[in-house]
């Protein structure tokens, strides 16, 4: 479907496009994926920024606009005397047709990496449904404070329409295996039916409702290619670009930096900003979280309701059963205690590979800031996209005007990392350090051999979250962890 305006116009509706620009083209991907086919997808030039191209300095010459561009002086990325390259920006707003075709992109770049075949992309002009073993456990807590627990899943729409009113929809449902799609378990179409898909029911539910979102996004949308490319040491886990002396478990050296921003674009002296690279590769799973974020905003954007994305760091806690793709910090200290199996897997097999963590709890202040609009920076209001019953318009914040907008503030402003820090990270074997000491000595099997879309330092910059709603981090790693050990 081709038109730029059929999710807004009188015609085609919302999921019916993304049915056919994003579903229909999974469905491609995963035909590919079962023949071994080449695919080749005739994407737009409507997958540029339009906030980008509408700042655009033009000029009537000729009875038509010519761009006014002084190459000396070009501060937007991607553009020159020819025209809009392929670094163009690619953030929304988009449109919901350019939206679809960028996750169509995204997509398909995974599918080509994950299953080995070649890819070619031309741009031409609490609800649960209780899948994880374990989860009813957490029914009774719940209803005990007060919560309505509804059994269904966000997939089926007719389960969402069932639900009560409400203000706000916060989106926590996925399947977080970042092996999910190309390993033994989930398949490829499963995954994107439980990340994506159903996040679209979501959104078309939000679209109907009037309600905000609040999207839980991942630190694994942040691009494989460039994590993996960083310059680390075994064992210590220092990012050596620059000069930046960045210890994976330890606060930067205050004077021993040669430099206090890389060359490398978002990645700080506190770890990985909203501005790192996005690009595939990412893993299914992150591509399925990127595609959800872009979707979210673009939903936001065109039917008028509010939008907040967080991209969280490893979550970490009581509650969680101990499984892998729930958090390795879980896992990891559950079963040391019941004695289960344990490896080190990849880069050399030793466990010094690094994640920060951040316990659930220090999210709930910026949730309630973000659903009471309580955000540092100024609110552009949207009024041109109103519900048809009342809706609130659409905000968005403005940084243009605001303290600190220069710094680091070109992705999209409703976009927030959330993640332990520098402060709240540690190596798998300095986590064995502190299960020795608390349960006792154990053997944990080496296995060099590296995994899929594993990688060696993740850890998150929330500089932007401090600014934007003057969060930090309460909860130390030590009071995570003997949390999760039952003290």
Same mark, same amino acid.
């Given at each position: 479907?081709?038109?730029?305006?059929?999710?807004?116009?009188?015609?085609?509706?919302?999921?019916?496009?993304?049915?056919?620009?994003?579903?229909?083209?999974?469905?491609?991907?995963?035909?590919?994926?079962?023949?071994?086919?080449?695919?080749?997808?005739?994407?737009?030039?409507?997958?540029?920024?339009?906030?980008?191209?509408?700042?655009?300095?033009?000029?009537?010459?000729?009875?038509?606009?010519?761009?006014?561009?002084?190459?000396?002086?070009?501060?937007?990325?991607?553009?020159?005397?020819?025209?809009?390259?392929?670094?163009?920006?690619?953030?929304?707003?988009?449109?919901?047709?350019?939206?679809?075709?960028?996750?169509?992109?995204?997509?398909?770049?995974?599918?080509?990496?994950?299953?080995?075949?070649?890819?070619?992309?031309?741009?031409?002009?609490?609800?649960?449904?209780?899948?994880?073993?374990?989860?009813?456990?957490?029914?009774?807590?719940?209803?005990?404070?007060?919560?309505?627990?509804?059994?269904?899943?966000?997939?089926?729409?007719?389960?969402?329409?069932?639900?009560?009113?409400?203000?706000?929809?916060?989106?926590?449902?996925?399947?977080?295996?970042?092996?999910?799609?190309?390993?033994?378990?989930?398949?490829?179409?499963?995954?994107?039916?439980?990340?994506?898909?159903?996040?679209?029911?979501?959104?078309?539910?939000?679209?109907?409702?009037?309600?905000?979102?609040?999207?839980?996004?991942?630190?694994?949308?942040?691009?494989?290619?460039?994590?993996?490319?960083?310059?680390?040491?075994?064992?210590?886990?220092?990012?050596?670009?620059?000069?930046?002396?960045?210890?994976?478990?330890?606060?930067?050296?205050?004077?021993?930096?040669?430099?206090?921003?890389?060359?490398?674009?978002?990645?700080?002296?506190?770890?990985?900003?909203?501005?790192?690279?996005?690009?595939?590769?990412?893993?299914?799973? $992150?591509?399925?979280?990127?595609? !959800?974020?872009? =979707? @979210?905003?673009?939903? *936001?954007?065109?039917? %008028? #309701?509010? /939008?907040?994305?967080?991209?969280?760091?490893?979550?970490?806690?009581?509650?969680?059963?101990?499984?892998?793709?729930?958090?390795?910090?879980?896992?990891?200290?559950?079963?040391?205690?019941?004695?289960?199996?344990?490896?080190?897997?990849?880069?050399?097999?030793?466990?010094?590979?690094?994640?920060?963590?951040?316990?659930?709890?220090?999210?709930?202040?910026?949730?309630?800031?973000?659903?009471?609009?309580?955000?540092?920076?100024?609110?552009?209001?949207?009024?041109?996209?109103?519900?048809?019953? $009342?809706?609130?318009?659409?905000? !968005?914040?403005? =940084? @243009?005007?605001?303290? *600190?907008?220069?710094? %680091? #503030?070109? /992705?999209?402003?409703?976009?927030?990392?959330?993640?332990?820090?520098?402060?709240?990270?540690?190596?798998?074997?300095?986590?064995?350090?502190?299960?020795?000491?608390?349960?006792?000595?154990?053997?944990?099997?080496?296995?060099?051999?590296?995994?899929?879309?594993?990688?060696?330092?993740?850890?998150?910059?929330?500089?932007?979250?401090?600014?934007?709603?003057?969060?930090?981090?309460?909860?130390?790693?030590?009071?995570?962890?003997?949390?999760?050990?039952?003290?």
């Amino acid at each position: 479907m081709e038109v730029a305006v059929a999710e807004v116009g009188s015609g085609m509706g919302s999921y019916e496009l993304m049915d056919h620009n994003l579903i229909g083209t999974i469905r491609v991907l995963e035909h590919c994926k079962r023949t071994q086919a080449g695919f080749v997808l005739m994407s737009t030039s409507r997958v540029y920024a339009v906030t980008g191209l509408s700042n655009l300095k033009v000029e009537v010459k000729d009875g038509a606009f010519r761009l006014r561009l002084r190459l000396s002086k070009r501060e937007l990325t991607g553009i020159s005397e020819k025209g809009i390259s392929e670094s163009f920006s690619t953030e929304p707003p988009l449109s919901l047709y350019g939206a679809s075709k960028r996750c169509a992109e995204v997509l398909a770049m995974e599918y080509g990496d994950a299953f080995g075949f070649p890819v070619w992309i031309n741009r031409c002009g609490v609800l649960d449904n209780f899948l994880r073993e374990g989860s009813r456990g957490n029914v009774e807590p719940l209803r005990k404070l007060g919560i309505q627990v509804t059994e269904g899943d966000i997939r089926n729409e007719a389960d969402l329409a069932k639900m009560p009113k409400a203000d706000w929809v916060l989106d926590c449902a996925a399947e977080p295996s970042v092996l999910a799609g190309v390993g033994t378990g989930m398949g490829s179409y499963e995954l994107m039916d439980h990340n994506l898909i159903g996040t679209i029911r979501v959104l078309e539910h939000c679209k109907k409702t009037g309600a905000g979102l609040i999207l839980l996004s991942t630190s694994r949308v942040y691009s494989v290619q460039k994590l993996s490319a960083l310059n680390v040491e075994a064992g210590k886990i220092r990012i050596a670009d620059c000069g930046l002396g960045i210890e994976g478990n330890a606060k930067a050296e205050s004077g021993k930096r040669n430099a206090e921003k890389s060359e490398i674009v978002g990645l700080t002296s506190k770890g990985i900003s909203e501005e790192f690279s996005t690009e595939p590769p990412l893993s299914l799973y $992150g591509a399925s979280k990127r595609c !959800a974020e872009l =979707l @979210a905003m673009e939903y *936001g954007d065109a039917f %008028g #309701f509010p /939008v907040w994305i967080n991209r969280c760091g490893v979550l970490a806690g009581k509650g969680q059963f101990g499984k892998a793709d729930q958090g390795i910090f879980s896992f990891w200290i559950r079963s040391w205690k019941e004695n289960r199996p344990l490896r080190y897997i990849g880069f050399g097999g030793k466990g010094a590979q690094v994640r920060d963590c951040l316990h659930p709890k220090d999210l709930l202040p910026v949730l309630k800031k973000q659903m009471g609009g309580s955000v540092n920076v100024k609110v552009n209001v949207k009024e041109d996209h109103k519900a048809e019953s $009342g809706r609130r318009p659409s905000f !968005a914040p403005n =940084l @243009a005007s605001s303290e *600190g907008a220069s710094e %680091g #503030f070109g /992705v999209d402003p409703r976009i927030c990392n959330f993640g332990g820090g520098i402060q709240n990270s540690c190596s798998l074997a300095q986590l064995s350090e502190w299960c020795e000491k608390k349960f006792g000595a154990r053997k944990v099997e080496s296995d060099p051999k590296p995994r899929p879309y594993d990688l060696p330092w993740v850890v998150m910059d929330s500089s932007r979250a401090k600014k934007l709603w003057d969060w930090e981090v309460k909860t130390s790693l030590e009071q995570i962890f003997s949390e999760i050990a039952g003290d």
